[in-house]
């Protein structure tokens, strides 16, 4: 008799976030997880940064400009704190839907912001809580960054051993073998949207990217999840203030995906300007049989010839400590 594998329906959200606006972002987000429920997946993944959408203004301007817009201040406002009654609020939709979540967001920490992916299990618990590994160019003006920690695969019940990354962290090699041989099941690949810079930078448009989920899912002969995020009209109009810059974002910019871990398309792609969910039923026992022609950090390795260094500590910036006697008073006591 063989080994039952998991199979479930695991939902990719393709749509515009409620942008620079914490509230409506979490009232859209329970919205697609009620959603997801109804429509019978036990899995939903959601853009970068969909919480309160991707600072695309970055691209557009100076600092200077994003300041004296607003832009900035918003952003920080409208970032999500774990410790806040709208965390919360999503903790709890994810527990009534009874399904496993993986949010995208811009952490508020102190003075600090994040890109982060929340992990969340039908029980409403913290699975993780993961941040960006390196800020992509012009976003560590924003962001801070991650450590190696945050290069985790979860083993779930029902789910299978379940991974995210962020973006652009899918062109790094190292990373990405570190996510491998810890043998991930199912992966998030979460991307803000593909419309920026279009059709001048093929590097961000949604083909390269796109290419990059597929190479994941054969290389890590695993599912991929590719939530990608939308620019509305509206993200426009606000961020556009100049004509020229009409020619650096435009709307749409949707192409989520999910793939199989053979690399072949398992969901139809919507409309790059359409919102809704991308749907599929995964069956785990796929997995083995991708692996069995290649495994690159099983079989197919030669640790003799490379092999990966991976520092799994938490960075932590503040290192609490204690001398054993603290004042000469405390010696003088102990001394009578």
Known sequence: MGIEHPKYRVAVVQA?????DLDASIAKSIALIEEAAAKGAKLIAFPEAFI???PWYIW?????WAIGRGFVQRYFDNSLSYDSP???QLRLAVKKAGMTAVLGLSERDGGSLYLAQWLIGPD???????RKLRPTHAER??????DGSDLAVHDRPGIGRLGALCCWEHLQPLSKYAMYAQNEQVHVAAWPSFSLYDPFAPALGWEVNNAASRVYAVEGSCFVLAPCATVSQAMV???CDREDKHALLHVGGGHAAIYGPDGSSIAEKLPPDQEGLLLADIDLGAIGIAKNAADPAGHYSRPDVTRLLLNKKPSKRVEHFALPLDSFEEIDAAAS
């Open 86 to 88: 709208q965390a919360e």
């Open 16 to 20: 515009a976030p409620a942008w620079l």
């Open 52 to 54: 309160p959408g991707y």
């Open 237 to 239: 109009d606000e961020m």
């Open 141 to 146: 003006t924003v962001y801070g960054e991650g």
């Open 60 to 64: 557009l301007d100076s600092p200077a």
């Open 124 to 130: 409403g618990e913290t699975i993780a809580k993961r």
